[in-house]
C-alpha cells in the first residue's frame, strides 16, 4: 500500500467545495509539499452536487437575491487561514444583483467555484473524483478508516474522512407509511417529503384537486412545477401578474399549521445605523448557558434571550431610523430594555415599556403574533378565508418591500446574528424544531415576484387556501383524503391526492442514507432531534463516549454545524466559512503529524519539473 496519505470528502455540494477550497489556502502552510491523495465522492457533479445541479428545471429559483450569494471569504470572516476573495453570484454572471437567480445558474457558479479550488491545489495533491454514493465508513478509531463505495468492492482507505453529506432523503415514518398504505389500499396519490425537484409528479392529473400540506418553500417549488412546469404562463405586469392556465395543472389546496406562506423575502436592504449586535445573545450569555447543568430546552432556556436580542434589534432600528413614530428618546428605551432583560428587575414589565414608547401596535415587535399570524380567525365559509389570505399575503408583500418598516430588516440581522451565537452550543440545544421552522417562516422565504404569481395562481382559482391548522384524515369509508382547518368551521376538502410539501427530518435514524445511519449506529452522537453532533470548534463527530472522532468530521445541514442553512451574503462574517476554515486546518494538522509517512524521497541534486496535478475522474450516472 502506498504511504501517501488519503482523505476522503464525502459529498461534493456548496460544503464539500467549500472545506475544499478552505484545503487548498491552508495547505502550503499545513501540509508543505508532503503527497495527498485526495479523494471526492458524490454521484452529482462536484460543486454544485445534487441540489444545485445545473440539469434541472430553470423554473426553479434561488430564494435569495443574487448580490446576497457568495462562496468566497472577505476580512469579515474570522478565519486562521488565507481570505480569498471572489465574486458573488450577481458579479461572477454579471446580471442585476437583485434577482433571483434560477438555480441551475447557481449550480454554475458553484462548478467554477470548484474548479477554482480544485486548480488552487498544488502539484502534490492528486484528486480522485468519484462519481458515486459511498455507502459507509468503519475503520478503527485510532487507525485508518475504510470508506465503501456502490460501484467498487474495495474500500477506499483513508486517514481522514470528511463527510458534507448535505440535504438527505428519509424513510418514511408511521404516519406516512400509515397514509401511504392508505393511498395504495384506495388507488389514491401519496407523495411524501422529499426534494421537489426529484419527485414524480406525474400522478397528479390536471383539473384534479390535491391536498398540500406545508406552505414553505417547498410548496412554492412545488406550485411553480405544477403550473408554469405544465405550460400555464403569466401576463400582466411584473407587479400585478395574471395567471393564463394551460389547463394541465390540477388544483392546489394548500395549508399548514400557520396557514400563511413564508413571510416574502425584504425587497430592500439595511442602510444607515446597523444594529449593535449581538447585545444580549452574544459569547458571554452562549458561556453562561454552556455553564448550565442539565439539558437545555430552547424554548425555556435559550428563546428569551433569543427573543429580547431580536426585540432589541427592532427597537433599536425604530428609535433611531424613525424616531418620529417613538415616545422619548434611545438612550431611556435602550437602558429600560436592558434591565428588562429576562430575570432582570424590569422584566416584569416589558410589555408596559414597549405600549408606553411605541404608540402604534404595527410598530410592535411580537413574535408570538408573528407566529401565529391567524390564530383565532374564523370566516364563514372557504370563499371567505380567500378573501382573507389574498389580503394578508398583498399585506405582507407591502410591508417587506417598505424601507418605513426596516425594523423588519433589523431583526432579519438579529436572527442571523442569534444564528451565529446558536452553533457555538452545538449539541447542548436543539435548534431543529420549533427555533429552525420560525427562522425558516421569518428569514429564508420567497422572493417578492413568486407571492405576486401566488396571488395570480389564487385569483385564478388553480390554488386554494385551506386556513391554519390544518389536519388532514385518511377517510377509509369513502377512500379520500380530508382536509379541514378551525378558521372555517364545518367546512372538509375532499381529494384523492395529498401533496406533503417539506424536506425530510434531517435525523440519523429516520435518514435514508446508510452511511449517516451506519456512522450513528457506530457510536456517533446526536442531538434529541436527530442532528449529528460534531466539535463546535473542528467539526469533528462527537462519539457517545463524548469523544470526538480523530478521523472523522461532519459540517452541514445533516450536523450541529449547520450555520443557518443558507448561502454566505458577503461581509456577514461567514458562519460557515469560518467552520469550513477551522476544519480544513484541523484536517490538515491530523494529516500532517499522524498520517502514515511516507518513504523519505531520495535525494538528488539534479533538479526535477515539478509535476503536474493529476486529477483522475470515476463517472457514475449523474451528469
Ligand atoms: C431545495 C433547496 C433550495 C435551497 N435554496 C436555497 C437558496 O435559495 N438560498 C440559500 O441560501 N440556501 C438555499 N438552500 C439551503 C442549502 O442548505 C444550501 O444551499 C446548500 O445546498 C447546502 O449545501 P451542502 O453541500 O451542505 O448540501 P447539499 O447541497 O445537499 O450537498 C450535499 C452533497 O452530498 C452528496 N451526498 C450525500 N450523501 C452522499 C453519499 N452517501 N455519497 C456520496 N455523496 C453524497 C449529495 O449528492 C450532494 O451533492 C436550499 C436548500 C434546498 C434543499
Known amino acids: 500500500m502506498s504511504g501517501t496519505a488519503s482523505l476522503v470528502i464525502v459529498g461534493a455540494g456548496p460544503r464539500g467545495t467549500g472545506f475544499l477550497e478552505r484545503l487548498a489556502a491552508a495547505l502550503p502552510e499545513l501540509y508543505g509539499d508532503r503527497p495527498l491523495d485526495l479523494h471526492l465522492v458524490d454521484p452529482y457533479p462536484p460543486g454544485p452536487g445534487r441540489i444545485w445541479r445545473t440539469a434541472q428545471s430553470p423554473l426553479l429559483w434561488m430564494n435569495s437575491m443574487a448580490e446576497d450569494v457568495t462562496v468566497f471569504t472577505d476580512d469579515t470572516v474570522r478565519l486562521e487561514g488565507p481570505v480569498r476573495p471572489g465574486p458573488t453570484l450577481a458579479a461572477w454572471s454579471g446580471t442585476d444583483g437583485r434577482r433571483f437567480a434560477p438555480r ?179 459569547p458571554d450569555r452562549v458561556a453562561a448557558l454552556l455553564g448550565r447543568d442539565g439539558p437545555l430546552d430552547f424554548r425555556r432556556d435559550v428563546w428569551p434571550h433569543v427573543s429580547h436580542e431580536l ?114 452550543l452545538g449539541d447542548r440545544i436543539d435548534t431543529d424544531g420549533w427555533w429552525h421552522g420560525f427562522f425558516s417562516y421569518l428569514a429564508s422565504g420567497p422572493p417578492g415576484p413568486r407571492l405576486r404569481r401566488l396571488l395570480a395562481l389564487s385569483e385564478a382559482g388553480t390554488v386554494r387556501f385551506l386556513g391554519p391548522r390544518l389536519t388532514v384524515e385518511a ?41 449517516l445511519r451506519g456512522l450513528y449506529e457506530d457510536g456517533a452522537r446526536a442531538t434529541p432531534g436527530g442532528l449529528l453532533a460534531v466539535d463546535p470548534a473542528d467539526g469533528r463527530i462527537l462519539q457517545r463516549d463524548g469523544r470526538p472522532h480523530p478521523r472523522r468530521i461532519a459540517l452541514g445541514p445533516h450536523t450541529t454545524a449547520r450555520a443557518g442553512g443558507g448561502f454566505t451574503r458577503p461581509r456577514t462574517g461567514g458562519l460557515a466559512f469560518a467552520q469550513n476554515d477551522a476544519a480544513a486546518r484541523a484536517a490538515l494538522a491530523f494529516l500532517r503529524d499522524h498520517a502514515r509517512r511516507p518513504a523519505a524521497p531520495a535525494r538528488t541534486l539534479v533538479p526535477v519539473p515539478a509535476p503536474q496535478r493529476r486529477t483522475e475522474e470515476h463517472h457514475g450516472p449523474h451528469q
Open 104 to 282: 441551475p445558474e447557481q449550480g454554475a457558479y458553484l462548478r467554477w467555484a470548484y474548479e477554482r479550488a480544485r486548480d488552487a491545489l498544488p502539484a502534490t495533491v492528486t484528486l480522485h473524483e468519484h462519481r458515486t454514493t459511498a455507502l459507509r465508513v468503519d475503520g478503527p478509531r485510532e487507525g485508518r478508516q475504510r470508506v465503501w463505495l456502490a460501484d467498487r468492492a474495495a474500500p477506499l482507505p483513508a486517514d481522514l474522512v470528511v463527510l458534507t453529506l448535505g440535504h438527505l432523503d428519509a424513510e418514511p415514518d408511521a404516519e406516512q407509511r400509515e397514509l401511504a398504505g392508505f393511498a395504495e389500499r384506495h388507488g389514491l396519490v401519496h407523495v411524501p417529503p422529499g426534494h421537489t425537484a426529484d419527485l414524480d409528479l406525474s400522478a397528479l392529473p390536471a383539473g384534479e384537486p390535491v391536498l398540500v400540506r406545508g406552505f414553505g418553500l417547498a410548496f412554492v417549488d412545488l406550485m411553480v412545477l405544477l403550473t408554469e412546469g405544465r405550460g400555464g404562463r403569466y401576463e400582466g405586469t411584473a407587479d400585478a401578474p395574471v395567471y393564463v392556465p394551460s389547463g394541465k395543472e390540477p388544483v392546489l389546496y394548500v395549508g399548514s399549521r400557520r396557514g400563511v406562506p413564508y413571510h416574502s423575502k425584504l425587497g430592500y436592504a439595511l442602510d444607515g445605523e446597523r444594529p449593535p449586535l449581538p447585545r444580549f445573545f452574544g
Open 475 to 515: 377517510d377509509e369509508r369513502h377512500g379520500v383524503f380530508r382536509a379541514s382547518s378551525p378558521a372555517v368551521p364545518g367546512a372538509v376538502t375532499e381529494a384523492r391526492a395529498l401533496v406533503e410539501a417539506r424536506l425530510p427530518a434531517p435525523t440519523v435514524t429516520g435518514t435514508a442514507s446508510p452511511l
Open 311 to 424: 426585540g432589541w434589534a427592532h427597537y433599536h432600528r425604530l428609535f433611531t431610523a424613525h424616531p418620529e413614530r417613538t415616545t422619548g428618546d434611545w438612550a431611556g428605551f435602550a437602558a429600560a430594555w436592558a434591565a428588562a432583560a429576562p430575570g432582570g428587575p424590569g422584566a416584569h414589565d416589558l410589555a408596559g415599556l414597549v405600549a408606553a414608547a411605541v404608540p402604534d401596535p404595527a410598530d410592535r415587535f411580537d413574535p408570538d403574533a408573528l407566529d401565529h399570524p391567524l390564530d383565532g380567525l374564523r370566516v364563514p365559509d372557504a370563499d371567505a378565508l380567500q378573501d382573507v389570505l389574498r389580503d394578508y399575503v398583498t399585506a405582507d408583500l407591502r410591508r417587506r418591500h417598505d424601507p418605513a418598516h426596516s425594523p423588519d430588516a433589523a431583526v432579519f440581522a438579529a436572527v442571523l446574528s442569534v444564528y451565529g451565537q446558536l452553533v457555538r
